[in-house]
């Protein structure tokens, strides 16, 4: 999560969070998700140009200058050109060492930000209880995890209409949020019809959920469609693009599909589809091949 408080003067940084853990709070009592600050905000003073970091009990007096990477170690200054006279920043990105007079607030930045790690992650804990500071992979992966478990949530300052800050949260996706390979492959329940009769004088059906396995050679296509989009001039002939992820097997241009949804498991209605090309999406590029 990133806060946008930072664009606005007069904002606060840190009672954002904290209104943010007490939302979170009210939904969920038993495991509630905590949300943790990997980075400190730097403001630019308006009138004398200084950096400096925005402090807890102040509120923001200036422009969003950049920010603190309190994962890396050493720490990672990262500071943005003045917004009002550059409409597309440059950011400059540096180290903060011991004789910085931001290194003491960024000391007790991150040793906060490890506690709070340490409730949700064993391995931090034992790390933390050690009196031992843990390195910037150990921290990512820790964070990674919890997220994915949603016991915590990264939270990331920046201004986006500024264009500031939004390099680092490109980054945090990558290293905190999961991947399609982590998301668990979906249960397929396959029906099979009985001989004899219900109370209603159907026939009886037996359910049984077959799990798909890993992609491997030989195994039959399972693919989860997950969105349909209509785009003129691509598709069929009412430009349906149906967008799909292939679990196991091999899914081929021209073959036939066995479609099954909720309809059809109701129903008992076989439905065919045969995709008439097929298309790889990188970004804002479409290849066309022959297979998947």
Known sequence: MFTHVCARPGSNYYNA???????????????????????LPLIRCEVTNEIKISSIGDPIDGDFAGVIDLIAQPFRKIVYTDTSTHKNPVLTVTTITEDDDMYSAACAARNSMVAEVADVCKVIEEIYLCEESPDA???????????IANLCMPVLACAALKRS???????????????????????LVSVEREEGEGRKGKKKKKKKKVKANAKRKGDPLIALAFKVVHVKGRGGGDGRIVFARVF???????????????KTMRSGEERKERPAALLEVRSKRRTYVARS
């Open 17 to 39: 969070i904290a209104s943010i853990n007490a939302k979170l709070h009210r939904q969920n009592h038993t495991t509630p998700t905590t949300a943790i600050p990997v980075q």
């Open 137 to 147: 992979a150990t921290l990512k992966s820790s964070l990674r995890a919890a997220t």
């Open 165 to 187: 800050g939004v390099e680092p949260i490109i980054d945090a996706i990558t290293h905190y949020l999961p991947s399609p390979d982590d998301a668990p492959m979906p249960m």
């Open 248 to 262: 196991s097997g091999t899914m081929t241009q021209g073959k036939s599909l066995r479609c099954v949804n909720a």
